[in-house]
């Protein structure tokens, strides 16, 4: 197998006295879509928040390409080439969806660094066509679209920075069943672009229609690690909850 | 498409500056025709009388923008005013100039501080410091005016002329070129909207949103420092009121122009149009002959209709 994108060794991480992820360790191969799945306060969110810089493990490595990583914030993070989608997708809703695109990475041209709005517009309507976002147009208002384009402009600008890992965080919580499938299809089709995706959901068959592995967490301990095509929701749900089913 | 949806699409609050400029220029046109409303000195003077208020909502613009308010110039222009003024007394003119501009600096930057670092409202801020110094303003001269003499002052902030332009009308022009660069074609101007728009979504993108929230209160302090000196300029003195009827103007202007109250969206060209409205609003209210108190009653309603009609879109 091919050297991790992302290695995670032994990471621990406590807020004061509450124990939020406990001896966590994973490793992310390239092309590859693993599942973080969980009961609500089992450690998921804190654990995307770890790796995208947010928060710093307690005890614990990050290995990036095999090299001993530690972000000071989100932006060392991403200038590392991780990208987050997050659950409230952080778009600005009354700009442009190319503005949002290259938001805090606006590309500038000419001795004044004014904007390059065409570049801008361009290079979004390449990408959007390429991962077949349908959305009006790049110039389009995000208000103006709906949920599935708003996600869906949100995985493509993670895809166009992200050189290494995305991490999606519930990406399809508020949408209705059609959008759910079309993000999906979006989301699979990120695989051969040889990233690592990390994905949080609450929903066992979605885990089960995109991922390669499930990880699964309980109250910030690591119960296990799965091949999705070794294993079945049963299983999973016992590990989740820890009843046998 | 919904009639919103319509509307939103085609950005027809964005016109309604423009129409509502052009049906009030027609009206006094044709109304008071004969009181010489659109000759050319009056229309001329509109401009000139116009150029202070315009400068301050080119700052005002940035902070709507970013989800801020400053509320302060009210007072800040008479602070700059008179410290450029009593400057001049007694050190050379272009110290005069700095003290005035560095009066504002000083009070936007100030409001700056609250409101980026300690996350106190902009609102209350600036609504505290408007009357922290409207106090200063009293204090520093007593209440007495204080003469402008210096020629070439009053040429460049007010009564000169360059290539047969009034100097007040370049800096109106400087002022929104300048200003509509910034905001539409930098990526400082993007980073106030989408701070304005989404405070989160911009900060977990990297922009530096404290930094932001700083910046366009300092530069709502320098726009209410340049229009202290252009009273001055145009005055020939400066006084303690100086830029306190102008509270209710530009922040008409800069909503009917265009920006929303609660970020994310402005135009600094319709914050233009909206503070030449309201100048050719107060002239022709003068020129009817209509007595200051119903001067004040008729504006206060134009501008209650002028606002709601642009902001019929923003409660979607
Ligand atoms: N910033 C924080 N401060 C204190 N406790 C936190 C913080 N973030 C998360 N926690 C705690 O850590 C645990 C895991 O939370 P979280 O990662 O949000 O779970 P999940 O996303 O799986 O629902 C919970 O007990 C939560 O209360
Ligand atoms: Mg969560």
Known sequence: ?245 | MSPTAIFRKYELQNYVVYLGFIAIFLFFAVTLHDAGFTSTRNLTNILLQTAPATILAIGLVFALSAGEIDLSFGSAVAVSALSAAVVMQVLPMPLAILAGLGAGLAVGAFNGLLVAWLRLPSFLVTLATLGLFAGVARTMTNLRSIPVTNDFFTGVFGSGKLFGVPSLVWWTVIGVVIGHLVYRHTRFGAHVLATGDNARAAQVSGIKVPRVRFMVLTICGGCAGLAGLLYAGRLQSATYTLGESDLMIVIAAVIVGGTALNGGKGSIIGALIGSLLMGMLNNGLILMGLQVSDQMIVRGLIILVAVAASLRDTTR
């Open chain 1, 1 to 245: 197998m091919t050297q991790p994108i992302l290695s995670l060794t032994d990471i621990h991480k406590a807020f004061g006295g509450v124990v939020a992820i406990d001896n966590f360790s994973l490793d992310l191969h390239p092309g590859e879509i693993v599942a973080l799945v969980g009961d609500n306060g089992a450690g998921k969110s804190t654990l995307i928040k770890i790796v995208s810089g947010v928060h710093k493990p307690t005890t614990g490595s990050i290995r990036l390409d095999g090299e001993e990583t530690s972000f000071s914030d989100a932006s060392g993070a991403r200038e590392a080439g991780i990208e987050v989608v997050y659950q409230d997708l952080a778009l600005a809703d009354q700009q442009p969806v190319y503005m949002n695109m290259f938001l805090g990475r606006e590309l500038t041209k000419g001795p004044l660094g004014l904007l390059d709005k065409r570049k801008m517009m361009n290079d979004t309507q390449e990408l959007v066509d390429e991962l077949d976002v349908r959305i009006p147009s790049a110039s389009a208002t995000i208000r103006d679209l709906s949920g599935g384009q708003r996600q869906g402009i949100a995985i493509a600008r993670a895809t166009h920075w992200a050189s290494k890992l995305i991490l999606l965080d519930e990406p399809t919580a508020a949408l209705g069943v059609a959008e759910t499938a079309r993000v999906e299809e979006l989301v699979l089709s990120l695989r051969e672009r040889n990233i690592a995706i990390l994905i949080v959901s609450h929903s066992l068959d979605q885990v089960f229609r995109l991922s390669n592995r499930i990880c699964v967490l309980r109250r910030g301990q690591q119960i296990g690690v799965r091949d999705t095509a070794t294993t079945d929701k049963n299983e999973i749900i016992a590990m989740i909850t820890g009843l046998q089913t």
